[in-house]
């Protein structure tokens, strides 16, 4: 009887496999350092500020299409893979670029965690710090964007009346500015308004090129001045940028892109 038992246990003794039992411990200690990590760290709430865009900051490459951002709106919640809310849109700025390109702000609010050793929040076992792609699913909306600012208060936004010209328009497109048109963001707020309109016989010579050669028309063409309202932001030098990032000079050109129109303007005089 004793040895059918020795025989037995030998045999069970055979069968374990190394490898099995080499990646069960691998296992338990990857999951052990997965629930430290996750429940030993005191999850707190940060707003961040994120510029829709692909994931390089020194690459600009194109502005996201109207149909990835239109959809984007305040509310929307991204939940992790335990169903806790993770991510809130709480403000969204969207306005067009021209084309199918639209400039698209989002300010969310994200649960992170805190790194004591590298002073940084983490969110997803991911660094949170201005410059830093960030990828996040609102249902069925994937946002990938840039961290552009983190947790700090609404920037302040200036009001500067500015003159512009264009040159050299012909009549039909002249007259297509109007006193109160408005470009405005993706929740009406109102972004830049002509207040006046004035428009003068271009001074530019009226030459066209046809097939290599250069020829003097008798076309007649305008030049428009707008005096606009625009809503500003100040940077760390306190230039004061439109909401695209142009800064607010004379000399500076700078694009309107109203519901209407387009305007490729110059700055020619700032009044305040």
């Known amino acids: 009887m004793k040895s059918i038992i020795h025989k037995i246990k030998k045999y069970k003794f055979k069968k374990v496999n190394y490898f099995d039992l080499a990646v069960f411990t691998i296992l338990v200690v990857i999951i052990s350092i997965f629930l430290y990590n996750r429940y030993s ?5 940060i707003n961040t500020r994120v510029l829709i865009s692909n994931s390089e900051w020194w690459w600009s490459g194109e502005a996201p299409p109207y149909w990835l951002v239109d959809s984007l709106e305040e509310g929307l919640i991204s939940y992790n893979s335990f169903g806790e809310d993770v991510a809130e849109v709480t403000d969204v700025e969207i306005f067009s670029l021209g084309g199918p390109h639209k400039q698209a702000f989002i300010d969310l609010k994200l649960k992170v965690s805190y790194d004591k ?3 940084i929040y983490l969110y997803n076992f ?13 249902g069925s ?11 700090q208060e609404p920037e302040d936004i200036f009001t500067k009346k500015i003159t512009v010209r264009m040159q ?3 009549d039909w497109l002249a007259e297509s500015y109007q006193v109160g048109m408005e470009m405005s963001d993706s929740k009406g707020r109102v972004l830049a308004k002509i207040d006046k309109v ?9 030459i066209k090129l046809i097939n290599g050669g250069i020829y003097y028309v008798n076309d007649k063409y305008k030049d428009v001045i707008l005096d606009l309202t625009i809503s500003t932001l100040k940077d760390a030098e306190g230039y004061f940028r439109f909401v695209d990032g142009a800064a607010v000079k004379i000399g500076e050109d700078i694009w309107f892109h109203f519901p209407e129109i387009v305007a490729k303007t110059r700055i020619v005089k700032i009044s305040e």
């Open 198 to 206: 004035s428009v003068e016989d271009s001074k530019l010579d009226n």
């Open 117 to 119: 050793n590298r002073q």
């Open 141 to 151: 909306n994937n946002v990938n964007g840039l961290i552009i600012a983190l947790d």
């Open 168 to 170: 050299h328009l012909e």
């Open 126 to 138: 991911q660094p949170i710090q201005k410059g830093k792609p960030i990828d996040l699913t609102f």
């Open 41 to 45: 760290k005191k999850s707190i709430w």
